[in-house]
């Protein structure tokens, strides 16, 4: 069986407003190949140009000589050492005097008839013209021009390819501004998350009117840390903040800081704050902060110089801001529990903002504003929706609406259905179905009854969670599943409601065992999932008898005081009693679950048969079942919820 619980992969949505897609290789071939193109048409242009001055015939000096003397030219321009003669017939030549010699001397030294030239009509032009220059330096600059545009061309290209060689430390940050609104993001598109936008709020009012707030003498906060799992909205909330400010909005993720180069990642960061302060006022959001604000010091991660100069920069700035600066840095991370504590002090990154996982009135807002552009059939109930998905963040239900629409469009319909949602609850949750995936006979045989034994237990069991629906189609990388859903969202969760957990998962486990009497590696997973809770049981919330209210690991599953990896803050003696205290939460649990399974065979072979037969019950036909053989199916209000 497969947890409901287990979080599906994550969607990332990267917007990126600047840097191309193109890989870098491919990038300097079209760019080379450009600068070649555009070397060839100069190229062709210049000998244009030749060609033209050409295609006008040339006469010698003597030649031209006799021609004056027997009277037969009009006029003659001189251009430098050029010659444009004008015939009295209308005709035109070119020709060349010895340069730096007057033309009338040069003529006289080919003993022209002076009273023929003096008919001539001879003008000097400047020779200063554009086209005069262009054809003279062209042969010597153009390649020139043309090897330096070309290198330029190279070097950009090095630059994007991440090679930095020029561009040593300028920041990476994209930049949004507040004019581009096709980007543009504002609260209106952040569904639920109620508490954080009032918080953040604040900070809208503050960028857009932070006089007030200086007027009398109000800090503003420098910097917000948002916290949250992945895919709850952290990066689109920052955005938001941002849009409803109209401020540009500096983003840049945590990684990117850390490069190869010692010493670049802080000065990364005094680049991106100068860049921030000349736009302020301006948001700088930091994205993945854990990945640079790690704790310090530790040895963990290989003690990471580079990361803690990084991290020591981005204290500094946050500290050598003026209070009027008009920039506000937040930042996001789902490990609020490794960040370095100087990062948390009052002064920097003192305002907290949690994004919970969000609840069923949550979820469905956060479909509505996904369903925006999609048409829906008349069918379609998005509250039903939102009740079948607790668990789900918001990128999970971005993505299943995607995939609902993905679904529709494949089967050529033109509007999204019930039944497209639905089915993608599952996609989301458990990976696509593989019909493809065949059983033999006995492997199907004991899918089902495994199957069958899971939701037998949750039914039979209090504090289980009801089953909607129970399949042996594999998905994913599961063989088969049973769909459990909570009655509601719950928030904490009880040391009865573990138990009956662990029972469940074991159920799979216990019917292999007592009805098949052989073992396969089916339960591998079931049996992480129990032992795992069990352990945390113990070690976590102190709701074991014999170790009492001590809790031996924090949230995060390292020892609590202990700051590195494998630093056990409790004895062997302690670990060995953990052991044995798991050990015995596993072992009472499998004796309840055969108690079960032994009490309930009529029904876990009926379930198991049917299956077999339909592969998939759904919640009405199991309840059914349920009801025949004596067993009432929970209903909203018979579930206590004790805490
Ligand atoms: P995080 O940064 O917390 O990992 P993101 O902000 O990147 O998550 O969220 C991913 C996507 O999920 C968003 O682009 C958005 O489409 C959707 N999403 C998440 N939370 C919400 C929400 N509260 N309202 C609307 N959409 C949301
Ligand atoms: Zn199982
Ligand atoms: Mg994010």
Same mark, same amino acid.
């Given at each position: ?42 190229v062709s242009l210049y000998s244009l140009f030749s060609d033209m001055s050409k295609s006008i015939e040339e006469v ?27 015939? /009295? +017939?209308? %005709?035109? *030549?070119?020709? !060349? ?8 001397? =040069?003529? #006289? ?83 639920g998350c109620k508490e954080a936008k009032e918080e953040l709020r604040e900070i809208v009012d503050f960028l857009k009117?932070?006089?007030?707030? /200086? +007027?009398? %003498?109000? *800090?503003?906060? !420098? ?8 895919? =709850?909205? #952290? ?109 948390? *002090? ?57 995939e609902a629409a993905i679904l529709a469009a494949r089967e050529s319909r033109t509007k999204v259905s019930q039944f ?224």
């Amino acid at each position: 069986m497969k947890m409901p619980l287990n979080k599906p992969k994550r969607i990332i949505i990267t917007k990126s407003s600047k840097g191309g897609g193109t890989s870098p290789g491919q990038g300097i071939m079209k760019q080379a190949f450009m600068a070649l193109v555009i070397f060839l048409l100069l190229v062709s242009l210049y000998s244009l140009f030749s060609d033209m001055s050409k295609s006008i015939e040339e006469v010698s000096l003597s030649e031209l000589t006799q021609e004056i003397s027997t009277g037969n030219i009009s006029a003659i321009v001189v251009t430098g050492d050029k010659l444009e003669v004008t015939y /009295l +017939d209308g %005709g035109e *030549r070119v020709s !060349k005097k010895e340069a730096g010699t007057a033309l009338t001397t =040069t003529l #006289k030294n080919y003993d022209v008839n002076k009273e023929a030239l003096s008919k001539v009509n001879i003008e000097v032009k400047n020779d200063q013209g554009f086209l005069y220059w262009f054809a003279s330096l062209a042969p010597i600059f153009l390649p020139i021009a043309f090897i330096v545009f070309f290198l330029w061309f190279l070097s950009r290209q090095v630059k994007g390819a991440g090679m930095q060689a020029f561009s040593f430390g300028q920041s990476k940050a994209r930049l949004t501004t507040p004019d581009d609104k096709s980007q543009q993001v504002t609260f209106k598109d952040v569904a639920g998350c109620k508490e954080a936008k009032e918080e953040l709020r604040e900070i809208v009012d503050f960028l857009k009117n932070p006089k007030k707030f /200086l +007027d009398i %003498g109000a *800090r503003i906060p !420098k910097g917000i840390l948002l916290m949250g799992a992945p895919g =709850t909205g #952290k990066t689109l909330l920052a955005r938001a903040v941002a849009g409803e400010a109209g401020v540009s909005f500096f983003s840049i993720s945590g990684s990117e800081f850390v490069e190869m180069f010692v010493g670049v990642g802080a000065s990364r960061v005094r680049d991106l704050f100068d860049l921030a302060k000349k736009a302020a006022p301006a948001i700088i959001f930091v994205d993945e902060i854990d990945a640079v604000g790690r704790v310090r010091g530790t040895g963990v991660g290989g003690g990471n110089d580079e990361r803690e100069q990084t991290l020591n920069q981005i204290l500094v700035e946050l500290d050598g801001f003026e209070p009027n600066e008009k920039v506000i840095v937040m930042a996001a991370t789902n490990r609020p529990d490794v960040l370095d504590p100087a990062l948390l *002090r009052p002064g920097r990154f003192d305002r907290r903002v949690t994004l919970d996982l969000p609840d069923r009135k949550d979820r469905e807002d956060i479909l509505l504003i996904h369903a925006r552009k999609k048409p829906f059939a008349e069918d379609v109930r998005i509250a039903l929706i939102a009740e079948r998905t607790p668990g789900f963040s918001g990128a999970d239900l971005y993505s299943l609406m995607n995939e609902a629409a993905i679904l529709a469009a494949r089967e050529s319909r033109t509007k999204v259905s019930q039944f497209d949602l639905i089915r993608s609850i599952e996609k989301v949750m458990l990976g696509p179905e593989r019909k493809s995936h065949i059983l033999s006979k006995r492997e199907k045989e004991l899918t089902a009854f495994h199957e069958a034994g899971h939701a037998v237990v949750a039914s039979v069991l209090a504090y289980a969670d009801p089953v909607h629906k129970i399949s042996i189609i594999s998905r994913g990388r599961v063989a088969g599943y049973v769909l459990k859903l909570p009655l509601e969202d719950r928030k904490l969760q009880s040391k009865k409601e573990f138990l009956d957990d662990i029972a469940v998962a074991l159920g799979g486990y216990v019917v292999e065992k007592t009805i098949f009497e052989d073992l396969t590696t089916g339960p591998s997973n079931d049996l992480q999932v129990a032992t795992a809770l069990a352990r945390d049981m113990v070690t976590k919330y102190g709701m074991s008898e014999k170790m009492g209210p001590m809790a031996l690991e924090s949230a995060s599953g390292k020892p609590i005081f202990g700051l590195g990896v494998g630093d056990k803050e409790y004895s062997e003696r302690v670990g060995a009693m953990i052991d044995a205290e798991v050990s015995k939460i596993m072992n009472d649990a499998m004796k309840k679950v055969e108690k079960i399974i032994k009490d309930h065979r009529k029904i876990l072979d009926t379930i198991a048969r049917r299956l077999v037969e339909v592969e998939t019950i759904e919640q009405k036909e199991f309840e059914e079942i349920l009801v025949a053989h004596g067993i009432t199916p929970k209903k909203k209000k018979d579930i206590e919820h004790q805490v």
